[in-house]
Structure formats: C-alpha cells, structure tokens
C-alpha cells in the first residue's frame, strides 16, 4: 500500500470548518483514498472514502487533486466530539483476497471553544 | 445490517496464563477479518488477517496466534502471556470494494 504524510497535529475553532491534509505522492491508479478516525479509547470509526473524484457524506468531504497525489478531509462544522485522531490510507479496494489496512500515526485533531 | 462483536472490554491477566479473545461478525458472509493492536499512545499495528475459514496471514512475528473456525468468528490466542502483549486490542471486518469496521475493542493489561 501506498505511503501516506499528515501533520502530526491540528487545531480548529469549533464551528469552523476543519481541513485535515493527506499526501500520497506513490498513489497507484487503483488505490483508493480511506479516512478513518479514532476517539480516544474507541475503535476507529471509517469516514470516507475516494478514488479521484470529491466525496461528500453526512460526516464529511473528500477533495481529491486531479495528479491524486494528495487529499484534504473537510469537516465542515466541527464541534467538541469531533477531537480525535484522523488517519489516512490508501489501498486497492477490489482486491481478491483482504487487502491490509495500514494505518500510519495520524493527526490529532483538537477541536476547542 | 452488520455488526461486530468483541469480547471482552477488559481484561486483566498475569504473565504466563493464556488469552483467548473472540470477534464475530453477523449480518454478512465471508468478510475478510483483522486483529490490530495498539500499545498505550502509539498507532494501530496489523496482527492477522484472514481472507477465509483457516485461513490465517500473519504480518509480525510475536506470541500471539490467531485462527477462523467459523465464516464469522476470528479468534486471538495465546499460550503464555508476556508483559509486552499489553495493549488495546481491536477485531475489525470488511469486504472488497468496502473499508474495514472496527468493533470496540478489548484493553488488555498484563500484570
């Protein structure tokens, strides 16, 4: 799988829109783009995810830049239980056996008043 | 729809006993299943993962094994425990085309 670089850490205003970054410069052209995120002593919760076009769900939005080699989770209105670690993985998705699901250190995203 | 389970939430166990944790999923067939561990403020390491029943890939060597003897039940074992295989350990499924979901975990201390 393809090697992923996010900031260590990150702050944002509640109510603001946070933008979390994610560089995949070795991306394949069959690797998708996932986002998980992990609250303190919880299992990792799956956000989105994303080949090359923008995503959007009700939790948040995926951009994608047309060379695929970065992305940016948006989380358009972030409150207090949106703190947590935000981490960003490529892998092929159709794969014929499991595909492993690395995860690197992520960002620790601190949502404050 | 689909849902895992992870037992137990905690647990406390000296050095040398065994260990026996289960995950089984419900609401889908032949999910590929993962156990990841993560030491106290460090990141999600992959133990095992299993595409099948017995079928078992193993990413680290360490005192752990695991096995599938169901579609839907993934087991982590081991013979003796050491005050290393303390951690915060999660089962998680998924299928291709889909991301992993992870059940809620298990903390384990080794005492």
């Known amino acids: 799988d393809a090697k992923t670089t996010q900031p260590p850490s990150m702050d944002c205003a509640e109510g603001r829109a946070a933008n979390l970054p994610c560089n995949h410069s070795?991306?394949?052209?069959?690797?998708?783009v996932y986002w998980y995120r992990q609250i303190h002593s919880q299992g990792p919760q799956y956000i989105i995810h994303?080949?090359?076009n923008n995503e959007t769900n009700e939790m948040a939005s995926l951009i994608i830049t047309e060379d695929r080699k970065s992305s940016t989770l948006i989380l358009p209105h972030a409150t207090l239980r949106d703190t947590a670690v935000y981490y960003c993985?490529?892998?092929?998705?159709?794969?014929?056996?499991?595909?492993?699901?690395?995860f690197g250190t992520g960002t620790r995203l601190q949502v404050t008043l | 729809s689909q849902t895992i389970h992870q037992w137990p939430a905690t647990l406390v166990q000296p050095v040398g006993s065994p260990l026996s944790l289960e995950c089984t999923v419900e609401?889908?067939?032949?999910?590929?299943l993962y156990w990841y561990r993560q030491a106290a403020g460090r990141g999600l390491q992959l133990l095992f993962y299993?595409?099948?029943?017995?079928?078992i890939s193993s990413e680290v060597p360490q005192n752990l094994s695991a096995s599938r003897p169901q579609d839907r039940q993934f087991i982590l074992s081991s013979k003796k425990l050491l005050l290393s295989d303390s951690g915060f350990y999660l089962c998680?499924?998924?299928?291709?085309?889909?991301?992993?979901?992870f059940g809620q975990g298990t903390r384990l201390t080794v005492v």
């Open positions: 299993s595409v099948g029943i017995g079928q």
């Open positions: 070795t991306i394949s052209g069959n690797e998708y």
């Open positions: 993985i490529v892998r092929p998705s159709n794969t014929g056996t499991a595909s492993k699901l690395t």
């Open positions: 998680a499924w998924g299928l291709s085309g889909v991301g992993a979901f």
């Open positions: 994303g080949l090359k």
């Open positions: 609401g889908t067939s032949n999910p590929n």
